[in-house]
């Protein structure tokens, strides 16, 4: 897929922060000394008015976050995802979520695909933390265009929100005419119906390609872009259940807590079905390349393909 064009879902945010705080007066954006990898910097160097450089200091940060949405403005606090919510997590459910204010978190540098920078900055427990707490909306876009997008759809919606990006550049899928995105609402990408392969984030495109590569074998796997986590698309999770009779999930972080636990969690009350969870499996990453990493731990498209052909 060298010839595919691609961009990283952080590149997205910050493109997308630029075109919004052109339009509106209330927008401000905050970084905790991580201007250039967030790629808020391009707010910086536009708007230096509007970026506040809250220092190595994430905690300190939510909570300036929480007093600015309070007096009306809309913060959007950037950091990588291991630090935005690890680190802070005592203050983003204290100080935002408990009051349900309304701040957007841009957390960046998630999962395994953060590569060389080391296991301790590949945060695999985000979307677990996150899911617990009341109100919380979690977006995981699965590039640029959907993080655009995504970014765009958080201004409007009044509230706590938690967007995920990553550090990897991932190829652009969801540059057609009839694209469109909304909070709570996955996206059909192919129709099957032998199997269902809901996935979020980084690996949606490799999930597409492994659907090919099971079509040349004669399984016909149905695809689901789920990019909103919190609140989940339950209605489409169980019709397609119930469609196929087979679910697989799959994601960039841990298998405990994630995309997969939230699919469980709806189909084994509402239509009980055979569930294989593909993720980090209870395990700490290791630093290497992106790449090597992503297949290392299951998550490339001949890995995905595999599974899915054995659960089947």
Known sequence: MSDVKKSATRDGYGSALLELIKEHD??????????????TGMVKKAFPE???????????MMGVAAGLAATGKVPFVSSFAMFAVERAFEQIRNSIAYPHLNVKIGASHAG????????????????????????MVIINPSDSIEASAAVKAAYEYQ??????????????????PDYKFEIGKGIVLREGKDV???VTGLPVANCLEAAEMLAADGIDAKVINMHTIKPLDEELVVASAKETGKVVTVEEHSVIGGLGSAVCDVLSEKAPTRVLKIGVNDVFTESGPALELIKKYGLDAESIYRKVKEFC
Not at 31 to 38: F, G, I, S
Not at 50 to 60: F, L, Q
Not at 115 to 134: K, V, W, Y
């Open 26 to 39: 209330d927008i401000v954006v905050l970084d905790a000394d991580l201007a250039a990898a967030t790629r």
């Open 50 to 60: 509007k970026h506040i450089n809250c220092g190595i200091a994430e905690a300190n």
């Open 112 to 135: 395994v695909s953060v590569g060389e920078d080391g296991a301790t900055h590949q945060c695999n427990e985000d979307i677990a933390l996150m899911r617990t707490l009341p109100g």
């Open 159 to 176: 509230g706590p929100v938690y967007m995920r990006f990553g550090r990897l550049a991932v190829p652009i899928i969801n540059d057609g």
């Open 196 to 198: 269902t392969i809901i």
